[in-house]
T-cell receptor, first 116, second 111 residues
Framework: SAVISQKPSRDICQRGTSLTIQCQVDSQVTMMFWYRQQPGQSLTLIATANQGSEATYESGFVIDKFPISRPNLTFSTLTVSNMSPEDSSIYLC?????????????FGPGTRLLVL | SQQGEEDPQALSIQEGENATMNCSYKTSINNLQWYRQNSGRGLVHLILIRSNEREKHSGRLRVTLDTSKKSSSLLITASRAADTASYFCATDYSSASKIIFGSGTRLSIRP
């Protein structure tokens, strides 16, 4: 398995500002992903964070709004830019487990964001 | 984009009873995973079943997969209050390890 931590765990932000969320894994992983969960909804994949290259975004998500960094195999950041109340969600990172557990995706505890 | 559909959307049962949740999906998959989420917190991975498997067990959990019907079920036996949560299925359908989540089932266990 993999142990994943996220910072911050929650935040309240003003519209028009930006927030950077950090995701740290306790082991080196190849695949790392970012998800959004809007209130009362299921999870939607934002992008795949690629180490050493630009992230791969899903339909409906763009780099200018959600820039992602992946400087190494244990760490990634997601920035929510120019926030509006519609960005209020839980943001989660996930990784594909290394070793025998391969294919299993594990999730961080999430960052609960409220935009006023 | 593909998304699994789960039913029921909400389920309320008495403690000790069994709970069954179903997941349907649209295209061929590599595997299907079930997760639990308590009160908007992080997701807890429950079980993974591969496309060439038909049934898996883990403790009080039993998962079945029918690829011909593109459906899966999660059975929780002898339910407990601590099982109260939202349950999601997620299908791995690509070569890029991307998984797509179903709509979820909210399970409530009555004491």
């Amino acid at each position: 398995s993999a142990v994943i931590s996220q910072k911050p765990s929650r935040d309240i932000c003003q519209r028009g500002t930006s927030l950077t969320i950090q995701c740290q894994v306790d082991s080196q992983v190849t695949m790392m992903f970012w998800y959004r969960q809007q209130p009362g909804q299921s999870l939607t994949l934002i992008a795949t964070a690629n180490q050493g290259s630009e992230a791969t975004y899903e339909s409906g998500f763009v780099i200018d709004k959600f820039p992602i960094s992946r400087p190494n195999l244990t760490f990634s950041t997601l920035t929510v830019s120019n926030m509006s109340p519609e960005d209020s969600s839980i943001y989660l990172c996930s990784v594909e487990a290394p070793g025998d557990d391969q294919e299993t995706q594990y999730f961080g505890p999430g960052t609960r964001l409220l935009v006023l | 984009s593909q998304q699994g559909e789960e039913d029921p959307q909400a389920l309320s049962i008495q403690e000790g009873e069994n709970a069954t949740m179903n997941c349907s999906y649209k295209t061929s998959i590599n595997n299907l995973q079930w997760y639990r989420q308590n009160s908007g917190r992080g997701l807890v991975h429950l079980i993974l079943i591969r496309s060439n498997e038909r049934e898996k067990h883990s403790g009080r959990l039993r998962v079945t997969l029918d690829t011909s019907k593109k459906s899966s079920s999660l059975l929780i036996t002898a339910s407990r209050a601590a099982d109260t949560a939202s349950y999601f299925c997620a299908t791995d359908y690509s070569s890029a390890s991307k998984i797509i989540f179903g709509s979820g089932t909210r399970l409530s266990i009555r004491p």
